[in-house]
């Protein structure tokens, strides 16, 4: 059985329009927006005029090699793709993740802590 009427399309793809990558973008939700944080990470946050979240990840410098940062990156993404749907439209966010909550759950926990703190 189908838990969406009859012919609604609903996505949870995390699609390009949701990506903050400009570095003036991210910028911007540093200096401007409001943050919150728990153990191993830090969200950032700031309203944008647009009818969708974006967000952006980024690392402390002693975050590790490049593998270990990407790994970080995509559970990051997988970790927001989960749970964008239940969150409110028209906010810029950049997540700051340090070294040490490498499992998906953990990653999740974090954001879904951090999205609460936030009001989003």
Do not use: W
Request: one cysteine or more.
């Amino acid at each position: 059985m189908n838990a969406f009427p009859s012919g609604a399309q609903v996505s949870f793809r995390f699609r390009r329009e949701e990506r903050l990558k400009k570095r003036d973008d991210i910028r911007d939700v540093f200096k401007k927006g409001r943050c919150a944080a728990c153990s191993g990470a830090k969200l950032f946050v700031m309203k944008n005029d647009l009818p969708l979240n974006r967000i952006g990840f980024t690392f402390s410098r002693k975050f590790g090699n490049a593998v270990a940062r990407n790994r970080a990156r995509r559970l990051g993404r997988e970790a927001y793709r989960r749970i964008s749907s239940g969150l409110n439209p028209g906010h810029d966010m950049v997540l700051l993740v340090y070294p040490g909550k490498d499992t998906f759950q953990e990653r999740l926990d974090q954001l879904i802590l951090l999205c609460a703190k936030a009001g989003l």
